[in-house]
């Protein structure tokens, strides 16, 4: 599963919909969402600007579902015909304009219509070209279909009108790693992990990445210091995070780094 498909899902443009469901992985991972179907085979989760994703049931801990149960519809008041009126409906303002265009972006994305969701968060960048939450909702799309480039283009833009976006950030860490361009990635993760130090899933991404990392300057002469410096980073993150499984398994790697 691609890092970037979890941008969305991860830290969408603020007022879109947050899902209550959490699907744990065996790597550590939490992912997200709405549980739409489970069986003994697979678990179908329903991500928040990125659609519905299926897992291997064996890679899956655990599943928490939301304990809140929805309201019942009240039942419908007799309609009652309005009077004509001549007065025109207040327009939107532009950012909630982009707001909207977003919510059927999302929309879209729930049903897979990636084509319609595109459109939406382009009408988005186009209602307020100034506004980096349509920059950033149209980089993640681009992202979580693997078109980096305009995923790149879009996010740096977000970026250049709002350095402290965090979707921005945290897409084009996702979108690098992806791509297997780890120096890249890292220096967005850490801005990210700054700025939200809490949240588990971005602590963990930048853990990957000093894995990933250290991997590399392992396999690569003279580069020990490196590869210890970057494996004791992530070590430190897995360890904050709680993510017990990862701290055994690069303790024992670490072991394997000649002094």
């Known amino acids: 599963m691609a890092l970037a498909a979890l941008a969305c899902a991860a830290l969408l443009p603020a007022g879109w919909p947050v899902a209550a469901d959490e699907v744990r992985l065996k790597n550590g991972n939490v992912i997200a969402g709405t ?3 489970q069986n003994d085979r697979q678990v179908v ?6 659609g519905a994703l299926t897992v291997d049931r064996a890679e899956v801990t655990a599943i ?8 019942a519809a ?28 977003l919510r059927k972006a999302l929309e879209a994305i729930a049903q897979r219509n990636y084509g319609e969701a595109l459109d939406y ?7 307020d070209p100034k506004n980096p939450m349509g920059h950033s909702g149209l980089g993640n799309i681009y992202a979580a279909l693997h078109e980096y480039d305009k995923a790149i283009a879009a996010l740096e833009t977000a970026l250049r009108l709002n350095p402290d976006d965090a979707g921005a ?3 084009l860490g996702a979108c690098y790693m992806d791509l297997q361009q780890h120096e890249k990635a890292i220096p967005y993760l850490e801005r990210v992990v700054k700025l939200q130090p809490g949240e588990v899933k971005l602590t963990e991404a930048l853990a990957v990445a000093y894995v990933r990392r250290g991997i590399i300057a392992g396999r690569q002469g003279g580069q ?33 780094i000649p002094q």
């Open 121 to 127: 968060a382009r009408k988005a960048v186009a209602a």
């Open 169 to 171: 950030l945290f897409g």
């Open 64 to 71: 928490t579902l939301s304990a809140a149960a929805p309201e």
């Open 74 to 101: 009240p039942e419908p008041a007799p309609e009652v015909a309005s009077p004509p009126t001549d007065a025109a409906q207040p327009a939107l303002s532009p950012a909630a304009q982009v707001e909207q265009h």
């Open 35 to 37: 549980v739409i179907s």
């Open 45 to 50: 989760i329903e991500i928040p600007g990125t």
């Open 224 to 256: 020990q210091a490196k590869a210890k410096t970057s494996l004791e980073a992530a070590v430190a993150l897995f360890r904050k995070t709680g993510n017990a499984a990862r701290v055994a398994e690069l303790t024992e790697l670490l072991k394997q």
